[in-house]
C-alpha cells in the first residue's frame, strides 16, 4: 500500500531553517510528481510546493518563493523540502503528496491522492 512518511520537522526561531523528508513506499516513486501541502490550525490544506518526475521543474506558493525548495532522489524514493527564513507564518504541519494531477507550477494548482501523517513545524522566538 502506499506509504508517504514525513519527518524532520520541529521548533526553530524565525530566520532560521529546516530540511524535512518523505520516504515513499508502495508505488513507483518516479513516476509521480510529488508535492507539499501545509495545515496552520484552524486552516484549510495549502499547496506549498510541487516537483515533477524527474525533478526538473519546480513550483511554489507565492509566499514561500525565494525561501523554500523542493527536491527529490528517485533512487532513495524520498522527497525534500528545505525551508530558509522561516517566519512564523510557516507555523504548521507539512505533509508530502502523491500529485494525482496536475494543472500547473503557478500557484502550485495540483490534486493529490494519498498524503503522509505530517511533521510539525513550529517558527518561535
Known amino acids: 500500500q502506499v506509504q508517504l512518511v514525513e519527518s524532520g520537522g520541529g521548533l526553530v526561531q524565525p530566520g532560521g531553517s529546516l530540511r524535512l523528508s518523505c520516504v515513499a513506499s508502495?508505488?513507483?516513486?518516479?513516476?509521480?510528481?510529488m508535492g507539499w501541502v501545509r495545515q496552520a490550525p484552524g486552516k484549510g490544506p495549502e499547496r506549498v510546493a510541487v516537483?515533477?518526475?524527474?525533478?526538473?521543474?519546480?513550483g511554489y506558493t507565492n509566499s514561500v518563493k525565494g525561501r523554500f525548495t523542493i527536491s527529490r532522489d528517485n533512487a532513495k524514493n524520498t522527497l525534500y523540502l528545505q525551508m530558509n527564513t522561516l517566519k512564523p507564518e510557516d507555523t504548521a504541519l507539512y505533509h508530502c503528496?502523491?500529485?494525482?494531477?496536475?494543472?500547473?507550477?503557478?500557484?502550485?494548482?495540483?490534486?493529490?491522492?494519498?498524503w503522509g501523517q505530517g511533521t510539525q513545524v513550529t517558527v518561535s522566538s
Open positions: 516537483i515533477n518526475r524527474e525533478g526538473g521543474n519546480t
Open positions: 508502495g508505488f513507483k516513486f518516479s513516476s509521480y510528481y
Open positions: 503528496a502523491r500529485v494525482i494531477t496536475f494543472s500547473g507550477y503557478d500557484g502550485p494548482d495540483y490534486t493529490y491522492d494519498y
